[in-house]
């Protein structure tokens, strides 16, 4: 069963400095895509977290950049169906990233950019990324922001996310930011932490993983997960 949409994420206003340094940090994050995986141009790629939102030149920027647009499949809560208009070749399902409605190993490659951050839960994380897993046959690549970069993303507020995580809600609910205070809206992660799902959702038997990242101004601002199945 679907959840509900999502809600803009991000209270950045477009062709803001922000936005702009966001765009890089995409554009920095898919070439990394790219060399982790070594994603041939006959693979499979599903993509879980597509948009419904225009507002942001870099949103839905698989379906954007990747050439091969009719080896894409693009899966989201939202009613992304667009896509499939605006770039031809490109296949839209609806459909949630907890319970994936594909057969195990369906696809080459797995991506997910900025989605495991807005699913839930620790235990809703971790389903995530093991749903990514199960349908994935060769990779996966994983990205999310990291909760120790000083600005935090989607607020664009400076440290308040460093606060132990109820601590950090309850002033979001006093700044006016209830959205965010919600677990099931923003549940933001550490490398360590990320290391942990990781370890429990994709089985070092079956998965090789590694946890990297992308830095802004030197600080690493974005988290990668990158697992390569073994029996691939």
């Given amino acids: 069963m679907l959840r509900p949409p999502n809600r803009q994420f991000s209270t950045i206003g477009p062709g803001s400095l922000s936005e702009r340094l966001s765009a890089y940090q995409r554009r920095r994050m898919f070439q990394r895509f790219l060399d982790a995986t070594a994603i041939r141009p006959q693979e499979s790629l599903l993509d879980v977290g597509a948009t419904s939102d225009q ?7 698989v379906e954007a950049w990747y050439p091969h647009k009719d080896r894409i499949t693009a899966v989201g809560v939202d009613d992304a169906a667009f896509l499939e208009t605006r770039y031809p070749g490109v296949r839209f399902v609806r459909a ?3 319970d994936l409605p594909f057969a195990d190993r369906s696809y080459d490659v797995a991506h997910a950019s900025a989605v495991l951050e807005h699913v839930g839960s620790a235990e809703d994380q971790t389903r995530f990324i093991a749903e990514l897993g199960r349908v994935a046959t060769r990779a996966v690549f994983l990205t999310t922001p990291n909760r120790w970069f000083p600005v935090e993303f989607h607020t ?3 440290l308040v996310h460093w606060l132990p995580k109820p601590m950090f809600r309850r002033l979001m609910r006093g700044t006016g930011n209830g959205f965010f205070a919600e677990e099931a809206n923003l549940n933001l992660l550490g490398a360590g932490e990320l290391r942990r799902l990781a370890a429990k959702a994709l089985p070092a038997a079956e998965f090789s993983v590694q946890v990297d990242s992308v830095s802004l101004a030197g600080w690493p601002s974005n988290l990668l997960l990158i697992a ?4 691939a």
Avoid: A, E, K
């Fill in 96 to 98: 949630d990233g907890l």
């Fill in 55 to 61: 507002t942001y030149d870099s949103s839905n920027y």
């Fill in 228 to 231: 390569h199945r073994r029996s």
């Fill in 156 to 158: 664009v507020l400076p």
